[in-house]
């Protein structure tokens, strides 16, 4: 077993910012032959799937009922 190998990623991986430790745990635990969250919501915004919404009354004001 290669303790130092293993010693060195730790420390790189502890050094990381929040952003690149996400990064790494979608490269390392996530199948990417799957489209991200990301990827769909971005889709869904340019493809103009939800446009539809835009023209939708709104239902509901800060006044209806009691705030939770």
Same mark, same amino acid.
């Given at each position: 077993?290669?303790?130092?190998?293993? %010693?060195?990623?730790?420390?790189?991986?502890? @050094?990381? @910012? &929040? &952003? %690149?430790?996400?990064?790494?745990? %979608?490269?390392? $635990?996530?199948?990417? @032959?799957?489209? @991200?969250?990301?990827?769909?919501?971005?889709?869904?915004?340019?493809?103009?799937? $939800?446009? $539809?919404?835009?023209?939708?009354?709104?239902?509901?004001?800060? &006044?209806?009922?009691?705030?939770?």
């Amino acid at each position: 077993m290669n303790t130092k190998l293993v %010693e060195s990623l730790v420390k790189v991986i502890l @050094s990381l @910012s &929040e &952003e %690149e430790r996400s990064l790494l745990e %979608e490269k390392l $635990f996530f199948d990417s @032959s799957y489209p @991200s969250t990301r990827d769909l919501m971005q889709l869904a915004q340019y493809g103009k799937a $939800f446009d $539809f919404l835009y023209y939708e009354p709104d239902l509901y004001t800060l &006044e209806d009922g009691e705030p939770i």
